[in-house]
């Protein structure tokens, strides 16, 4: 047993982290909100190496793992960074069979976007606002198109939420269900690894401020009111990481388990970040309620990122029917 | 990352299950259905159970090789836990001795204790309980006031003890008790063996919620104690305590192990049941199974985490008190779907197949949110030695025990 990221990994971590503090951060988010640029944005995302990770090499990208893309994701979610790096995932899954636009998905010289719901412009997909070319799924088969994008007021400005009409369609694939389902399972895992990284730092801000501020006397951090929630949400955090490592590490090595550990994965990200953001605002009292505090900012994410790919109920209704058919192995 | 044994592991592994093989007729095992088994009614099965697996090497996996031990690591006993488990075998009578006294007297004892003790405790010959807890000292454990005063060779004990798992079939006891009513309250407790068939201790069953007896009251009326029984110096009961509540932490849930029903026992349950419930009690249900699932799931991945950086030479620390608040939470979860997927049947006593386990779980498990720590106790550590957080102001660190009460 070595269920633990290696030290290839904590590199590679601790690299993105670097370059995520450096060129993204939740002061964007909000600017954001205002309708300002998202950071960092696609091409320092494609420069950096990150949109490629999953891409093979001979297609241009890093051909590497989706544990070492998690990894990223992670460090991208504790400040908010935009686009997501659960569209490069999902691409990267869909394009494999296609370098030529694998290549262009990993070089940022094309703007992707994958539809969740029907290419009919009726539901939101992640990072289509700024968008110009799409996947989706259009009876059974895989199609790439572009589209008519109308974005909407989102509640998070920095998952690039869109509804997108597909005016132009080719076939990619024919019968692609098997195809498209996986490559959503892997992008509720980088989902989820997004949401591991957003929620661990809400904890870390929390924990930080209720060391400093003083109430009757005490630092708050001291009242068990306030301890105790702060705990919790940690030990959501420390639970999420394990789901998410397994999943990714599923995606990787154990394709049969993807289904189960993604759905787990997602379903357990939605309710820690949502907890982790709330107590984060919380811990913070009135401060927490601004606009110029970062706290809304996570909780936005977590509003957001829950409904995201399929809600938690959706997911927990997975798990349990993959349970009873067998697959906890 | 990788999910399989090293080689080093597998190897182990399979020779765990060969000697599990080898003894199979002279173990206790559990009968389908069958979750645990009482040791008021099967104590000579346990104990015998206990003898033959100490005597393949078996149990007390960590201990060192010079007190009976095997001095192999913490997944090495993870391994020999899921092996027992999978061969149905109970688990074993002594695992508080083996789990918190033991390793109090390794660490405390004297050389002659430890002869005289320890081969003993991993063989089952004696069986040990932990006398902590009074009516009036549970989580706060050093206000207790059994008190211990010196009388020649001897000390002498009188007070009252509770709440004390196996009591009932205990041999021995390490009892901390209170000698010096005159410092605060950590620095006046002392610490003993002590021999639970002497003249003057009495033990009474208490009869938990659900039903059974695990636990005791236990009284010390005039119970001399040889001086030579003493772990560690006079006053330095709190230090040896402390020793003792960390092996309860990593015992509990600490290195991952299941607390309550196995997820997949639960799943099992699930596959019979659903299919019965009609439309949207089906779908509730279904979340229900979901939630659980993925709360016992997250609380194993947690667990071969932690047991990951235990196989690296790490040490256990304050960390291993989340398991036990997660595995307690996702053994809830699993408890309370459990007894919901039995609809009406959950109300009488046993289902109409005659299995009442999900009934007998759901009520043994608040008892877990209180052993060991409760929730609320855990979270300070937690709160206070993991995410570093201020301490709780107090009051009673400094004064003189005697001066803070009566
Ligand atoms: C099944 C079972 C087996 C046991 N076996 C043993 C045994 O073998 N040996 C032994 O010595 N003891 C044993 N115990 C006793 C156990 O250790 C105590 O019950 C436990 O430490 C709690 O103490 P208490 O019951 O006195 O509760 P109290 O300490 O009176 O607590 C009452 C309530 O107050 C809360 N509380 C107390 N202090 C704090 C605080 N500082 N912050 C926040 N909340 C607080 C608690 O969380 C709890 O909700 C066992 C208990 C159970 C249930």
Same mark, same amino acid.
Not at chain 1, 244 to 252: F, H, P, Q, S
Not at chain 2, 183 to 192: C, D, S, Y
Not at chain 2, 285 to 301: D, H, I, K, P
């Given at each position: 047993?070595?269920?633990?990221?290696?030290?290839?990994?904590?590199?590679?971590?601790?690299?993105?982290?670097?370059?995520?503090?450096?060129?993204?951060?939740?002061?964007?988010?909000?600017?954001?909100?205002?309708?300002?640029?998202?950071?960092?944005?696609?091409?320092?995302?494609?420069?950096?190496?990150?949109?490629?990770?999953?891409?093979?090499?001979?297609?241009?990208?890093?051909?590497?793992?989706?544990?070492?893309?998690?990894?990223?994701?992670?460090?991208?979610?504790?400040?908010?960074?935009?686009?997501?790096?659960?569209?490069?995932?999902?691409?990267?899954?869909?394009?494999?069979?296609?370098?030529?636009?694998?290549?262009?998905?990993?070089?940022?010289?094309?703007?992707?976007?994958?539809?969740?719901?029907?290419?009919?412009?009726?539901?939101?997909?992640?990072?289509?606002?700024?968008?110009?070319?799409?996947?989706?799924?259009?009876?059974?088969?895989?199609?790439?198109?572009?589209?008519?994008?109308?974005?909407?007021?989102?509640?998070?400005?920095?998952?690039?939420?869109?509804?997108?009409?597909?005016?132009?369609?080719?076939?990619?694939?024919?019968?692609?269900?098997?195809?498209?389902?996986?490559?959503?399972?892997?992008?509720?895992?980088?989902?989820?690894?997004?949401?591991?990284?957003?929620?661990?730092?809400?904890?870390?801000?929390?924990?930080?401020?209720?060391?400093?501020?003083?109430?009757?006397?005490?630092?708050?951090?001291?009242?068990?009111?306030?301890?105790?929630?702060?705990?919790?949400?940690?030990?959501?955090?420390?639970?999420?990481?394990?789901?998410?490592?397994?999943?990714?590490?599923?995606?990787?090595?154990?394709?049969?388990?993807?289904?189960?550990?993604?759905?787990?994965?997602?379903?357990?990200?939605?309710?820690?970040?949502?907890?982790?953001?709330?107590?984060?605002?919380?811990?913070?009292?009135?401060?927490?309620?601004?606009?110029?505090?970062?706290?809304?900012?996570?909780?936005?994410?977590?509003?957001?990122?829950?409904?995201?790919?399929?809600?938690?109920?959706?997911?927990?209704?997975?798990?349990?029917?993959?349970?009873?058919?067998?697959?906890?192995? | 990352?990788?999910?399989?044994?090293?080689?080093?592991?597998?190897?182990?592994?399979?020779?765990?299950?060969?000697?599990?093989?080898?003894?199979?007729?002279?173990?206790?095992?559990?009968?389908?259905?069958?979750?645990?088994?009482?040791?008021?009614?099967?104590?000579?099965?346990?104990?015998?159970?206990?003898? %033959?697996?100490?005597? /393949?090497?078996? @149990?007390? =996996?960590?201990?060192? &090789?010079?007190? *009976? +031990? !095997?001095?192999?690591?913490?997944?090495?006993?993870?391994?020999?836990?899921?092996?027992?488990?999978?061969?149905?075998?109970?688990?074993?009578?002594?695992?508080?001795?083996?789990?918190?006294?033991?390793?109090?007297?390794?660490?405390?004892?004297?050389?002659?204790?430890?002869?005289?003790?320890?081969?003993?405790?991993?063989?089952?010959?004696?069986?040990?309980?932990?006398?902590?807890?009074?009516?009036?000292?549970?989580?706060?454990?050093?206000?207790?006031?059994?008190?211990?005063?010196?009388?020649?060779?001897?000390?002498?004990?009188?007070?009252?003890?509770?709440?004390?798992?196996?009591?009932?079939?205990?041999?021995?006891?390490?009892?901390?008790?209170?000698?010096?009513?005159?410092?605060?309250?950590?620095?006046?407790?002392?610490?003993?063996? %002590?021999?639970?068939? /002497?003249?003057? @201790?009495? =033990?009474?069953?208490? &009869?938990?919620? *659900? +039903? !059974?007896?695990?636990?005791?009251?236990?009284?010390?009326?005039?119970?001399?104690?040889?001086?030579?029984?003493?772990?560690?110096?006079?006053?330095?009961?709190?230090?040896?305590?402390?020793?003792?509540?960390?092996?309860?932490?990593?015992?509990?849930?600490?290195?991952?192990?299941?607390?309550?029903?196995?997820?997949?026992?639960?799943?099992?349950?699930?596959?019979?049941?659903?299919?019965?419930?009609?439309?949207?009690?089906?779908?509730?249900?279904?979340?229900?199974?979901?939630?659980?699932?993925?709360?016992?799931?997250?609380?194993?991945?947690?667990?071969?985490?932690?047991?990951?950086?235990?196989?690296?030479?790490?040490?256990?620390?304050?960390?291993?008190?989340?398991?036990?608040?997660?595995?307690?939470?996702?053994?809830?979860?699993?408890?309370?779907?459990?007894?919901?997927?039995?609809?009406?049947?959950?109300?009488?006593?046993?289902?109409?197949?005659?299995?009442?386990?999900?009934?007998?779980?759901?009520?043994?498990?608040?008892?877990?949110?209180?052993?060991?720590?409760?929730?609320?106790?855990?979270?300070?550590?937690?709160?206070?030695?993991?995410?570093?957080?201020?301490?709780?102001?107090?009051?009673?660190?400094?004064?003189?025990?005697?001066?803070?009460?009566?």
């Amino acid at each position: 047993m070595n269920f633990d990221l290696d030290t290839d990994q904590r590199d590679i971590a601790a690299g993105a982290r670097d370059f995520f503090r450096g060129s993204a951060s939740p002061a964007a988010a909000r600017a954001g909100l205002e309708g300002d640029r998202l950071e960092p944005g696609r091409k320092a995302l494609a420069d950096i190496g990150f949109l490629g990770i999953t891409v093979p090499e001979a297609a241009g990208g890093a051909g590497r793992s989706v544990l070492d893309l998690a990894v990223v994701a992670e460090q991208g979610g504790a400040v908010l960074a935009a686009p997501s790096l659960v569209t490069a995932a999902r691409a990267a899954v869909l394009l494999a069979d296609a370098p030529e636009l694998a290549a262009q998905l990993a070089d940022g010289s094309t703007a992707f976007a994958v539809l969740d719901g029907p290419v009919d412009g009726s539901a939101p997909s992640i990072d289509a606002a700024d968008a110009t070319l799409f996947l989706g799924l259009d009876g059974g088969d895989l199609v790439v198109g572009e589209g008519e994008v109308v974005p909407g007021r989102p509640l998070d400005a920095t998952r690039g939420l869109a509804s997108v009409r597909l005016t132009s369609r080719r076939v990619l694939a024919p019968d692609a269900q098997e195809l498209w389902a996986r490559a959503r399972q892997v992008a509720a895992v980088v989902l989820a690894a997004e949401d591991l990284g957003g929620a661990d730092r809400a904890v870390e801000l929390g924990i930080a401020y209720a060391q400093e501020r003083e109430a009757f006397g005490r630092r708050i951090g001291s009242y068990q009111a306030v301890k105790h929630m702060l705990v919790d949400a940690w030990a959501g955090v420390d639970q999420l990481r394990s789901l998410v490592w397994w999943a990714a590490w599923a995606a990787d090595c154990a394709p049969a388990e993807l289904p189960l550990a993604s759905s787990a994965a997602k379903a357990y990200a939605a309710g820690a970040f949502e907890r982790a953001a709330g107590t984060l605002i919380q811990v913070h009292g009135g401060i927490g309620f601004t606009w110029e505090h970062d706290a809304h900012l996570y909780w936005r994410r977590a509003k957001v990122d829950r409904l995201l790919l399929g809600d938690e109920a959706e997911h927990l209704d997975t798990v349990a029917r993959l349970a009873v058919a067998g697959a906890l192995g | 990352m990788d999910f399989d044994d090293s080689p080093d592991e597998a190897a182990y592994r399979a020779r765990v299950r060969a000697l599990l093989e080898e003894h199979a007729g002279e173990l206790l095992h559990l009968a389908p259905g069958q979750e645990g088994v009482d040791a008021r009614r099967h104590e000579p099965e346990m104990r015998r159970t206990q003898r %033959v697996l100490a005597d /393949a090497g078996l @149990v007390g =996996v960590t201990w060192p &090789r010079e007190y *009976g +031990g !095997q001095g192999g690591t913490l997944v090495q006993q993870a391994i020999v836990a899921q092996e027992l488990a999978r061969a149905r075998v109970p688990g074993l009578i002594n695992h508080i001795g083996i789990g918190m006294c033991g390793p109090t007297v390794i660490a405390h004892g004297s050389q002659d204790q430890r002869d005289r003790y320890l081969a003993r405790l991993l063989r089952a010959d004696d069986v040990w309980c932990q006398l902590f807890s009074e009516p009036a000292s549970g989580s706060d454990l050093a206000a207790l006031r059994t008190t211990a005063v010196r009388d020649g060779e001897d000390w002498v004990v009188n007070g009252q003890k509770v709440w004390t798992t196996l009591a009932h079939v205990a041999d021995y006891g390490i009892l901390l008790t209170r000698t010096d009513p005159d410092r605060p309250k950590h620095a006046g407790l002392t610490m003993f063996v %002590v021999d639970m068939h /002497a003249p003057g @201790v009495t =033990v009474r069953p208490l &009869r938990q919620m *659900g +039903g !059974q007896s695990d636990f005791n009251e236990v009284f010390f009326d005039d119970v001399r104690i040889p001086d030579g029984e003493r772990l560690g110096e006079p006053g330095e009961g709190w230090r040896v305590a402390l020793t003792t509540l960390m092996n309860e932490r990593v015992a509990i849930g600490g290195a991952g192990g299941t607390i309550g029903l196995p997820v997949e026992a639960f799943v099992e349950h699930a596959r019979e049941r659903l299919p019965a419930l009609d439309g949207d009690r089906q779908v509730l249900a279904r979340q229900a199974v979901g939630r659980a699932v993925v709360a016992s799931l997250a609380a194993r991945y947690t667990g071969y985490r932690r047991l990951t950086v235990l196989s690296q030479g790490g040490i256990p620390g304050p960390e291993a008190s989340a398991g036990k608040l997660a595995g307690t939470e996702a053994a809830r979860l699993v408890a309370d779907a459990g007894v919901r997927l039995l609809g009406d049947d959950a109300v009488y006593a046993s289902t109409s197949d005659g299995d009442d386990r999900w009934q007998r779980t759901q009520s043994w498990l608040p008892g877990i949110a209180i052993a060991g720590g409760t929730d609320q106790v855990l979270r300070n550590i937690l709160g206070e030695r993991v995410l570093g957080l201020p301490p709780e102001p107090r009051s009673d660190k400094t004064d003189p025990f005697s001066g803070g009460r009566r």
